[in-house]
């Protein structure tokens, strides 16, 4: 059995995406004046974003592997998070 790298691991999965994010950004003018960006680092699928010229986080919540990790990592707990309704959200080939 070859080693995988996260790549190989993040292609075995599949979203069912919703017409409706289940990540909601609280409140715009707390990531404005974070100084950390922390969402910008933590996620390990690359959900959040910020955006210099708009001055906005934004959210790509098609990538969202469903881990967490936002709800408890923002600094602020300026993400809602819950999971997507049935039948949307995650599916993982090999369990």
């Avoid at 069912?16 to 909601?24: A, I």
């Avoid at 699928?45 to 709800?71: F, H, M, P, Q």
């Avoid at 049935?86 to 599916?91: A, D, L, P």
Wanted: with cysteine; proline share 4%.
């Amino acid at each position: 059995m070859s080693p995988c790298d996260i790549s190989d691991k993040l292609f075995t999965i599949r979203y069912k995406c919703d017409d409706k994010s289940h990540l909601v950004i609280k409140d715009t003018q707390t990531c404005l004046n974070c100084t950390t960006k922390d969402c910008n680092y933590f996620c390990p699928s690359d959900v959040y974003e910020w955006e210099k010229i708009l001055k906005i986080t934004t959210v790509a919540y098609e990538n969202c592997i469903e881990c967490g990790t936002c709800r408890i990592a923002c600094p602020s707990y300026n993400i809602d998070w819950v999971y997507p309704k049935g039948g949307y959200g995650m599916t993982y080939k090999f369990g």
